[in-house]
């Protein structure tokens, strides 16, 4: 009878040996049943998986010294350590789950943070400036007039040549209008009083040159993205599908290529109309809503995103790119692949845009392709060791072991590293102090890991000081570009799926 109530049977219920102990000398199962027994089911979980014994904490420590742990166990000392792929897997666990608990993005959310687009863009002194110096040379209220006029409508013109999409792109146009204004008007005040002009007719010129400037960008005013409520919006939106609505009714049909530009056209106008439609309402929310902290993603939700995103342009083509008028298409892929990289593209862009206004959501995507990337990398590492060593007479499944071992240790560097910035963050609130500490002990710990490595492949593989440090920069350069990479790539193919 054993302590939990159980029975203890006298032969192997596996291979029916007689039993003289705790297990079986025959098949080596426990004479403990964990069907019957909770608590030693759940110690076997915990030693299944993470092998929580002696050798565990044997292995951490010698894992400190470089080189020490891949020697003894290439060596034959297997026993007395955790094999290595197990404590790859498991420090990659730890370390990576423990880093998305640790890693917060601030996204700055405040209080009316949704500025409408058109405010986002300033003039700067520079701009200012240079404006000032083009009215220099005007000698007369008239010269200012007349190179006021013409810098609006070059100005006008190429606002109408930037597509409706790109509201930023039109706000640059529009803050240079505004620095040519405000030149010109102190060019005007300069010339009154050089001339003694009274303030009366000083106003009166300057009252002229606005309507003037007026009349001369009313073409680049009338857009959707100045639409100052909805039902202007509409009717802005509406004059503009007009012509395109007719020229695509025209069009044959077997004028692909004009009819797919024509819906290019409308598909970008009522994306403007969109963008200008959500941002009324975001402003309308926040004027209403009074101090409520207001969160980007969130109000993207509700009411549209309020960001105009640029055109998608792939493999050079004019058009850009969309999903059902001109998508991506592989003329040797069968239909189902070229309608599947279609939706990844699309997926791609949407979740692109997510990530902009939640930087969280990248950083939760790059921190989750980490560890795919280094177990991806690991044989390849161990490759790059054998070819770097050819003439060491070493296995590849031994240079795999050590890549192994080197990379259960950066996983342990990181994992001291997450350590160190939830401590910073606990404590650094309540002591200034440990700010200056926990970043001495961060940057020893970075210039410590290069060093680390450098030493572990001279002491697995001895050789010289100048070939070893030879071979480690080649290997070093190769393997940190493929994990860069590896990483990009995995992260965004983490933001496709999301």
């Known amino acids: 009878m054993s302590a939990t109530g159980h029975d203890i049977p006298s032969h192997c219920e596996n291979c029916n040996a007689q039993l003289e102990g705790h297990y079986c000398h025959d098949c080596g199962q426990s004479v403990v049943n964990p069907v019957r027994d909770a608590g030693h089911a759940l110690e076997e979980v915990f030693e299944s998986f993470w092998h929580l014994d002696g050798r565990i904490f044997r292995t951490l420590r010698d894992l400190i010294f470089p080189g020490r742990v891949a020697n003894n166990y290439l060596a034959g000392q297997r026993a007395r350590y955790v094999a290595p792929l197990r404590l790859f897997l498991v420090l990659s666990v730890v370390t990576f789950f423990f880093a998305q608990l640790v890693i917060h993005v601030d996204n700055n959310d405040k209080a009316n943070p949704m500025v409408q687009l058109e405010d986002g863009v300033q003039s700067n002194d520079k701009n200012a400036a240079k404006q000032s110096k083009a009215f220099a040379k005007a000698g007369s209220i008239a010269d200012v007039e007349q190179i006021r006029r013409k810098n609006l409508a070059d100005l006008a013109e190429a606002r109408e040549a930037i597509p409706a999409v790109l509201l930023h792109a039109r706000k640059a146009i529009d803050v240079a209008a505004e620095d ?41 005013k009338q857009t959707l993205e100045k639409a100052a409520d909805l039902t202007t919006l509409q009717r802005l939106r509406d004059e503009r599908l007009a012509p395109h609505h007719v020229k695509l009714a025209s069009l044959p049909a077997t004028a692909a290529a004009a009819r797919r530009h024509e819906l290019n056209e409308i598909r970008e106008i009522n994306i403007a109309a969109g963008c200008r439609a959500a941002q009324l309402q975001i402003a309308d929310a926040t004027s209403t809503e009074g101090d409520r902290v207001r969160k980007e993603s969130e109000d993207a939700r509700i009411y549209g995103d309020p960001d105009c995103y640029d055109r998608l342009t792939l493999f050079g083509s004019e058009e850009p790119w969309d999903e059902e008028t001109n998508p991506l298409t592989f003329s040797w892929a069968p239909a189902f692949f070229n309608h599947w990289i279609n939706r990844q593209i699309a997926h791609g862009r949407e979740n692109v845009s997510r990530a902009q206004k939640d930087p969280g959501l990248w950083v939760r995507a790059l921190l989750a392709a980490v560890p795919s990337a280094l177990f991806l990398l690991v044989p390849v590492f161990a490759l790059l060791l054998k070819l770097a060593y050819l003439g060491s007479g070493r296995l590849y499944l031994e240079h795999l072991v050590i890549a192994l071992y080197s990379h259960a240790y950066m996983c342990l560097t990181m994992l001291a590293f997450f350590i160190l910035i939830a401590l910073d963050n606990a404590i650094s609130p309540h002591w200034d102090g440990y700010g200056w500490i926990s970043g001495i002990l961060i940057t020893l710990l970075w210039m410590w890991l290069p060093v680390y490595l450098l030493l572990m492949q001279k002491r697995v593989y001895r050789n010289g000081w100048p070939v070893t440090v030879l071979r480690y920069l080649v290997i070093g350069n190769l393997y940190f570009v493929l994990l860069a990479f590896a990483a990009t790539f995995l992260a965004l193919a983490s933001l496709v799926r999301m």
């Open 180 to 220: 040519v204004n405000r030149a010109a008007d102190r060019r005007i005040d300069a010339i009154g009083r050089e001339r003694g002009m009274s303030g009366e007719q000083i106003a009166a010129a300057k009252a002229d040159g606005a309507q003037r400037a007026a009349a001369a960008m009313e073409t680049a």
